[in-house]
């Protein structure tokens, strides 16, 4: 089995919110942008959330199927303009189906969920064996050089925002720094009633030549390792090539 979701994807309350918590997706002109690079007919969404970028590409055209664990989230996603376009799975990254695509992503960090090597290796068996030969994993993961968890606290992340269940007040704050482990529990207040929600995650952060050795003993070439623009010196953007040859198991 793959990570257990956080309550920010699957307590239906706070899912109703996630696309205003979130913030502007500037991260998808990313990907879109991949998407003119590569001309890729056939897109796999990996962990693709409320689904805001597989509505984007299917509007654009492109057969698109994009999978999430966290089932309140897929629920969301269904309700959003465009998502008849979209073939919505239910699955976590080690269960997705093997469609042939040829382009598949996993956007908002969510590499960095996967805590132990067996559940990452195991994910990026299966994204190998759902694209077709030759195609690509494009997926981002912040650079622990940049420690960008130093800054996740009360002081730096305080908001008030207006969602759809009326004002809410949210912080982060860190709960333990164990590298390569870093976890953080995010509070919400809901003013309609005073209910306070929490959702406690956990991300590894992993290195360059590490994301990389396990890309390769995936069966992946990587391809390309890029900034990303949104961020600049704060995250790796890897593009992986799918080998010809099956992934190891090793």
Do not use: K
């Not at 050795?213 to 992946?220: I, N, Q, Y």
């Amino acid at each position: 089995m793959g990570p257990v979701a956080d309550a920010i994807f699957e307590d239906p309350r706070l899912v109703d919110i996630y696309d205003v918590v979130d913030g502007e997706r500037d991260d998808l002109e990313l990907y879109l942008g991949l998407v003119e690079e590569l001309a890729p007919r056939s897109v796999l969404d990996v962990g693709c959330g409320t689904g805001n970028l597989a509505r984007l590409l299917a509007a654009r055209g492109l057969e698109v199927t994009a999978a999430d664990p966290a089932a309140a989230s897929l629920d969301v996603a269904r309700r959003g303009p465009g998502a008849d376009r979209v073939r919505w799975v239910h699955a976590d990254a080690a269960s997705v189906p093997p469609v042939g695509a040829d382009l598949a992503t996993m956007t908002g960090n969510a590499a960095q969920v996967f805590l132990t090597d067996a559940s990452w290796d195991a994910a990026l068996r299966a994204v190998h064996a759902a694209l077709r030969p030759a195609g690509v994993f494009a997926f981002e993961t912040r650079d622990p050089a940049a420690r960008v968890w130093t800054r996740w606290n009360r002081d730096t992340t305080h908001r008030h925002l207006a969602t759809p269940s009326g004002p809410v007040e949210t912080w982060l704050e860190l709960t333990d720094v164990r590298l390569p482990l870093v976890s953080f529990r995010a509070t919400f207040v809901f003013a309609a009633d005073g209910a306070v929600l929490t959702s406690d995650s956990t991300l590894r952060f992993r290195g360059g030549e590490e994301v990389a050795g396990s890309l390769r003993r995936a069966g992946f070439e990587v391809a390309d390792v890029r900034d990303a623009p949104d961020r600049p010196g704060l995250e790796l953007v890897f593009l992986a090539r799918r080998g010809l040859a099956a992934a190891g198991r090793g």
